[in-house]
């Protein structure tokens, strides 16, 4: 586990970092002011960026339209480190790097922040985590001339062949130092062509987005490896279809027979825009597009897409001016156009990694508290959904799994979605059974908060939700592919199985100590989460506060949703669980402090769900209580838990 002092910048840090490799040649003054672009191949219009010196102080700004950010060196003294967030999490942190000021350059020295100036930093480390950069004795030690060039030298030896698709020489790319634009050409077309990612036991990992399963490890000690494949599609590949789909959208129908075709299927909905209803919401504008797998002809895993196809997030901002993306399937037709043709999944599901940390607050569990990783499996039961009203369970098979996972109802109010069984099943379920579990994530990896936390085994009971032990992360592929059919209440199986691609890194519960976490407040902890508090009765709503500060810096990442869930006691009737969640998402706040009212029986989507008044559970004998916050990171949810067990 990390430092507090290293882990304040895990989530500061949003775009890639990287050390300039060049050093003072000339007398003169040396630059007062640092600048540069942050890029995810788009520009990232209002990261945070934070500066750290070797003494430990610091320059904040935000980057603007453009992506360009100008932040006064003025106090600080070299080496530093970089990190820029995006503020709603759409984006993951990414970090740089500057070994020394240069002088007679004039006023300013440019340090870029992109996912590989994020790569570069991450080779400065022997476990692959730029965070440990953040620490002033390390970063110091780490970040010299000599080891930056190193850095970048080996960098630019597995992007040989990329570099010199897109014009630029191996020998003398400089990621950190010089300047681009994020128009899909050069150095930003070779950030369109690579993905860093949490690698399977912590750290990062580069890859090309044409062989996303050929990874690269970015530590210290690893070699350059072979360089990797360049794509077969220009950066710019969808700007016709980018263009056609914003027209669209505005109302011109015509454009949106070319953007969308018409055999379009996206997790059940046949209407892009009722599916995507954020990018297609008045007011919001496209940005940009990520490319996350290019998949060759007949090779896309639903047998719907023969053409070549891609896995994309279409960026987009809201008419509030906040950053996010739409996840869809573009296809190569015959003409040579793109069109948006989506995942073709005929049920609403998804499936996607996460990473919690679970703190137990009463005496008997608290040895237990424990980081855990796994599979979020979303299988939507609203009205809402254009699931099938007669499903009752579902069942999921695939990479990581080593079982067949069961999913029934849950004996609750207040949650849109099945719930994973307690126990392994052998069939479908049958006549409309329900689970008192409360989860939709299956666990695969797990460890302890701290060194002194004991061996933590999963019950027999909880066998449904856990793997038997923790897995060996690497031996599943990234967007692995899951198999999930449904059931109605008699066990027989409704339609064809559907094929679930995971568009997010498979992690290991070592990915939490590249994370920072947000901190509950004390008066929930002790009125709420305590059966001698003051709220331990039932209660219609309840109001949570929560800061975002680390060591008085507003660090920790904003929060999509908070729910609260509370199990019954003993002998209580009914016996239902009562959830309740806050929709989110929360407006970035400049002092880090955060209050939200849940109200019982509010599900995910908003929608009360309780015909009569349904509070929250009191915390008596038998009875447990959750708080769960939620928050995200280029569609891997993080989630932090308070459980008390009475």
């Known amino acids: 586990m990390k430092t507090v002092a290293a882990l304040t910048l895990a989530v500061l840090a949003g775009c890639g970092g990287g050390g300039s490799s060049t050093t003072a040649s000339s007398t003169g003054a040396a630059a007062t002011t640092m600048t540069g672009t942050v890029a995810v191949g788009n520009a990232l219009t209002g990261a945070n960026i934070l500066v750290i010196d070797s003494n430990g102080n610091t320059s904040t700004t935000t980057s603007d339209s453009t992506g360009t950010y100008s932040v006064s060196l003025t106090g600080l003294s070299a080496p530093f480190f970089i990190s820029a967030t995006d503020p709603n999490g759409t984006n993951t942190p990414m970090y740089s790097v500057v070994a020394s000021v240069p002088t ?11 996912t590989l100036t994020t790569a570069i930093a991450a080779q400065l480390t022997t476990d692959g985590n730029p965070l440990d950069l953040a620490t002033p004795s390390t970063l110091s030690s780490l970040v010299t001339t000599a080891t930056v060039n190193a850095s970048v030298s080996k960098l630019n030896t597995a992007l040989t062949s990329i570099l010199s698709a897109n014009g630029l020489s191996s020998t003398s790319f400089d990621p950190i130092g010089t300047a681009f634009t994020p128009n899909q050409t050069g150095a930003d077309a070779v950030i369109d062509a690579v993905t860093v990612s949490a ?190 009203v007669a499903m009752k369970s579902a069942s999921v098979t695939g990479p990581g799994l080593g079982k067949t996972l069961w999913l029934e109802p849950r004996n609750a109010a207040g949650n849109d979605l ?81 094929s679930v691609i995971n568009s997010t890194a498979p ?41 975002n500060l680390v060591n008085q810096q507003n660090l920790a990442p904003l929060l999509s949703k908070v729910a609260i869930l509370t199990g019954p006691g003993t002998n209580v009737t009914p016996n239902t669980e009562i959830d309740g969640w806050w929709p989110g998402p929360a407006t970035f706040a400049t002092s880090g402090q955060y209050a939200q009212s849940v109200t019982a029986g509010v599900q995910q989507n908003g929608v009360q769900s309780c015909n009569t008044a349904c509070p929250f559970n009191a915390l008596v004998a038998g009875a447990t209580r959750t708080v769960e916050f939620n928050s995200g990171s280029g569609g891997t949810t993080y989630y932090t838990l308070w459980h008390y067990v009475d």
């Open 104 to 114: 007679g350059a004039g006023t300013s020295m440019i340090a870029n922040v992109t």
């Open 199 to 388: 690698g399977s036991t912590g750290g990062l990992q580069l890859a090309s987005i044409a062989s996303p399963g050929t990874a690269i490890t970015l530590t210290s000690s690893a070699a350059a490896g072979t360089a990797l494949t360049t794509p077969t599609v220009q950066a710019n590949y969808l700007a016709t279809l980018l263009s056609q789909l914003g027209q669209c959208l505005s109302g011109t129908n015509s454009a949106c027979t070319s953007a969308i075709d018409g055999s379009y299927l996206e997790n059940g909905f046949s209407s892009f825009q009722t599916y995507h209803d954020g990018i297609s919401a008045n007011g919001s504008t496209i940005t940009g597009v990520k490319t996350l797998k290019i998949y060759p002809a007949g090779q896309f895993p639903n047998t719907n897409v023969t053409l070549q196809s891609a896995l994309v997030e279409i960026l987009y901002t809201s008419a509030a001016g906040v950053p996010n993306y739409a996840l869809t399937v573009v296809q190569h037709l015959a003409n040579g156009n793109w069109d948006i043709i989506g995942n073709q999944q005929a049920y609403d599901i998804t499936i996607s990694s996460f990473v919690d940390r679970s703190q137990y607050l009463d005496s008997a569990d608290a040895p237990y508290s424990r980081f855990e990783a796994g599979l979020g499996i979303s299988v939507y039961t609203s009205s809402a959904s254009p699931n099938p």
């Open 418 to 498: 099945l719930s994973l069984t307690n126990n392994v099943l052998t069939t479908a379920p049958t006549g409309g059974t329900t689970t008192g579990a409360n989860t939709s994530l299956y666990r695969w990896s797990w460890q302890g908060l701290t060194s002194s936390n004991t061996t933590y085994v999963p019950p027999s009971n909880a066998q449904g939700h856990f793997a038997a032990s923790p897995i060996d992360i690497s031996t599943v592929a990234p967007f692995a592919v899951y198999t999930v059919t449904l059931y109605d209440t008699n066990g027989n199986q409704i339609g064809q199985p559907v």
């Open 507 to 547: 992690l290991s519960s070592a990915a939490a100590n590249n994370l920072v976490w947000q901190t509950l407040g004390s008066d929930v902890v002790n009125n709420f989460l305590n059966p001698n508090g003051s709220l331990a009765g039932t209660q219609t709503a309840v109001t949570l506060d929560w800061s």
